[in-house]
């Protein structure tokens, strides 16, 4: 059997930009992905905090320090400014999940981390 447990997470990430027209995708800043450990085209769940709205995606690079881009049919779901938590899940054997433990990035307003955990 194999578990499914959180890998990583962004929290309280908030939207830079917002563009219909991209094809669908989620541009993370470099610094934002290292720290979470965000590989690209690895899904992810977006929870929208502002608006409730949850939504999947995958990674694409962001070029600007602290970008988060929604893209495509997603940026329906979001507003720039909107908090954001991105998170990507892994599976593991019981044995490699009971001794995981997830990275966490807190972010401030500007999208700079405050505190990993």
Avoid: C, W
Wanted: aromatic fraction near 6%.
């Amino acid at each position: 059997m194999r578990l499914t447990l959180l890998k990583s997470k962004l929290h309280r990430a908030r939207v830079t930009a917002a563009d219909l027209n991209y094809e669908g995708s989620i541009a993370i800043a470099p610094e934002l992905r290292r720290a979470a450990g965000f590989l690209l085209h690895e899904r992810v769940e977006i929870y929208n905090v502002t608006n409730g709205q949850r939504f999947a995606t995958y990674v694409i690079g962001g070029t600007r320090r602290g970008e988060i881009m929604v893209n495509g049919a997603a940026a329906r779901l979001v507003q720039p400014g909107d908090e954001v938590i991105i998170a990507a899940y892994a599976e593991f054997e019981p044995a490699e999940a009971a001794a995981h433990e997830p990275v966490v990035v807190l972010l401030d307003a500007r999208n700079r981390p405050k505190r990993q955990r």
